[in-house]
Nanobody, 124 residues
């Protein structure tokens, strides 16, 4: 079992920056891909970014490329998401997810473990 806890959400003005963290606990040695998803009210959960076990491969949804950076520190069992130039439409609950198989990337159904989410609100 893997337990994920996100932190770092909050309120930021449009154009501002925010950094999220996700601490993993439990059988962390079973984790391969990790990712961030987000879900706005009334919308489906959306893939944001993913990173491979080694950190050598990253993937982003087109809308955040060049503004968001995903990273992980395996020694600290922590996943990060740095977000810049935030837009009001990116207001959502941001979720951390962990997969126990490689190559999961943006497949929401492939992630076995999920955090409880952290609210990010971008004001206009």
């Amino acid at each position: 079992q893997v337990h994920l806890v996100e932190s770092g959400g909050g309120l930021v003005q449009a154009g501002g920056s925010l950094s999220l963290s996700c601490a993993a606990a439990g059988r962390t040695s079973d984790i391969y891909d990790m990712s961030w998803f987000r879900q706005a009210p009334g919308k489906e959960r959306e893939f944001v970014a993913a990173i491979s076990r080694s950190g050598g491969s990253t993937n982003y949804v087109d809308s955040v490329k060049g503004r968001f950076t995903i990273s992980r520190d395996n020694a600290k069992n922590t996943l990060y998401l740095q977000m810049h130039s935030l837009k009001p439409e990116e207001t959502a609950v941001y979720y951390c997810a962990a997969s126990t198989v490689p190559g999961t990337v943006d497949d929401v159904n492939g992630y076995r473990f999920w955090g409880q989410g952290t609210q990010v609100t971008v004001s206009s």
